[in-house]
């Protein structure tokens, strides 16, 4: 029946247009074979498929997706261990491009905002909702912003991964390459091998300060309860001796201004009488002064001792911190729209109201970067492995504005900087170079976030923004109070500067509970 409903179209067409609807028929036709033998040497490219490396695989360090061609692939300290499809966001909800790291971890998560949509093996990179999970691949963009796994493959991974690990998202195809450069960190063999023990030995000495601190809080609290009536007693008399000295100066006024000689000898025996109630007072108040003086300022150096007990508690559990982040991967990011350095590690400590781990954000300061107004593209250098020389590392460009040497040429990395992390550097350690400030999603229960504004990223600003959260530490570690910044804007501003996202404030948020 379709022969026959081809054939007859056929002759209707021919019978309506004639000879020359023929040859163009013919015409059509013939282009049609040159392009149907010519569709075999123009197929697509095979859809990206599951792939194990031929060998034991280590910790996976970094994962690369490529929104391009639906791919993650992971790598060790060696190189790539297991490549799959993935699934990102459609257009309007675009997972974003940029440089991100594994936050939270959670093995069976549920969407609440989605339909209880199942997002097994989850690993959070943004506390606003962009995660890799298992899902279901159709073989093209179709999630909500997250990045869709294979189910196998996200529980196989859920155990080797942890928090801090790099993820980076590419518009193309990217790969990390063997790299070295003057400008990367040279730790020192020596000053490794001392750092857990110098760990050890200021964390102790950050723990006696402490309870030293605390026992001259109470010393200092209990002295002046020991003192109130010694010091009652001598603002009495001092009252009492004021009074006299008014007394004796009235009375000596009088004297002078009497006329008779009765007026005078009255005068007389009041002023006798004032001075000697004034001298006896005197002699009274400087008495109980000096017997009182030695607990008053016993009193005072107590004080003075939790002053100091304190300074010295802070001080060196400030010290103690930091020689407990030498033992950490650091990470630098480097930001040319904000002409600043920052550098996160992580402390391990769980974050105090829900949810990840508290990073340390203490080092934030400026930076050089030759020609500013030059466009710098975004680069990660990762720390693969140690080597005889020091560190292994890669380079990964995902924006290249400028190449992976050209953008490290530029930066001039403070020597203060360098000498507090260099040293004692070790491998996942990482510097990223980018055009783009950092994300205000960026905060102290994240390693980086940053977004490239040259690319969509639907699916980052429909979610339902984190917000400026404080949250008192009164635990000696010397961080004080936590915060979510707005890196380059007020808080409040809802607008998009530079692809960059930046929330209002929304009291009462729990960060436990995100809007996803």
Known sequence: ??????????????R???????????????????????????????????????????????????????????????????????????????TPAGVFAVVERKEDHRSNMYDDAHMPHLQRITWNGVALH????????????????????????FDKTRIGMRVII???DAAPVEFSHPALFMPKAEAIAAAPAKAETLAREAVEAAKAADEAKKTAAKAPRETASLTLSLRKLQGLKARADAELATAEKALAAARTDEAKARAEDRKQKAAAKDADLGTQFDTAKADAKPKLDATAAAKDAAKAAQTRK?????????????????SIYISRATQKLY???????????????????????????????????????????????????????????DDAKGALDRIIIP???????????????????????????????????????????????????????????????????????????PTGDTRRRGGQYYPQVRPGWQPSQPGW
């Open 1 to 14: 029946m379709v022969n026959r409903f081809t054939t007859a179209r056929s002759s209707v067409a021919t």
């Open 343 to 401: 550098v996160r590690r992580n402390t391990h400590r769980p974050a105090p109201d829900g949810g990840g781990e508290v990073f340390d954000f203490s080092i934030e300061v400026p930076v050089t970067i030759r020609n500013p107004d030059k466009p710098i593209g975004t680069h990660v250098f990762t720390a693969m492995a140690r080597t005889d020389a020091g560190l292994r590392w890669t380079a990964v460009t995902i924006d290249d504005a």
């Open 134 to 157: 298992g899902g279901p691949l159709p073989g093209y963009a179709a999630s909500h912003g997250c990045v869709r796994m294979p189910f196998g493959l996200a529980e196989k991974l």
């Open 415 to 489: 020597q203060d900087v360098l000498d507090r992390i260099a040293p004692t550097a070790l491998p996942r350690s990482s510097i990223v170079i980018s055009d783009e400030p950092l994300s205000a999603e960026t905060n102290y229960r994240t390693e980086f976030v940053a977004v490239l504004s040259n690319q969509p990223q639907g699916g980052f600003i429909t979610r339902k923004p984190t917000v400026n959260v404080e949250v008192a530490s009164d635990d000696g570690f010397g961080f004080g109070s936590f915060f979510q910044r707005s890196w380059d804007s």
């Open 16 to 94: 309506r247009w004639g000879p020359p609807a023929m040859v163009t028929l013919a015409a059509m036709a013939a282009l049609t074979a040159l392009t149907a033998d010519a569709a075999p040497r123009q197929a697509r490219p095979a859809p990206p498929v599951e792939a194990t490396a031929p060998r034991d695989a280590g910790e996976p360090i970094m994962a690369i997706v490529s929104i391009k061609t639906q791919q993650v692939t992971f790598y060790d300290a060696d190189g790539w261990i297991l490549r799959a499809p993935v699934s990102t966001g459609t257009k309007g909800r675009e």
């Open 170 to 172: 590419s518009p193309n």
């Open 314 to 330: 802070i001080d060196t559990a400030k010290v103690a911190r930091e020689a407990s982040l030498a033992l950490e991967p650091a």
